[in-house]
């Protein structure tokens, strides 16, 4: 592990964060909020295209006859209901950011597990050993006691 430059730091949107600036590692109370975004597959229903819907109306108008044919061609274009899409979650996360470092660029997430609400940034060294003195202060403080 290195101890200059930047690190991927896993950072959980309701855990305690340092006063330093992700990005700098220099004191810091003030926080950003920044973008994140995941993109995911999904099953969802697959829909008609206008065309096909006008065909369906115009099927429709010739009575019995119209409605078999158009019973088919619905089958035959939709035999599958579901399709699967790229499906782009947003979300915003809020995090430890000086106005020199905002001024310049805002913080943005690697990667992200919306879900979770979990995001990982690249940190500054001093921000994310802060961040492990805090996690680690935070976890004997949730011990019960023997």
Request: hydrophobic share 35%; proline share 7%; glycine share 6%.
């Amino acid at each position: 592990m290195s101890e200059f430059g930047p690190q991927v730091t896993w950072i959980d949107e309701i855990e305690r964060l340092p006063n330093t600036c992700i990005t700098c590692g220099m004191f810091t109370d003030r926080l950003v909020k920044t973008r994140a975004k995941q993109h995911h597959q999904k099953m969802v229903p697959a829909s008609e295209s206008n065309s096909m819907q006008a065909l369906g109306c115009l099927l429709h108008l010739l009575g019995p006859l119209g409605l078999i044919i158009d019973a088919i061609l619905r089958h035959g274009a939709n035999g599958n209901k579901t399709i699967e899409k790229t499906v782009v979650s947003k979300s915003r996360v809020r995090v430890p950011c000086c106005p020199l470092c905002a001024s310049q660029s805002l913080p943005e997430p690697e990667e992200s597990d919306i879900a979770g609400g979990k995001y990982a940034f690249q940190t500054h060294p001093r921000f994310k050993e802060r961040l492990r003195v805090i996690r680690q202060q935070t976890a004997e403080e949730t011990q019960p006691d023997e």
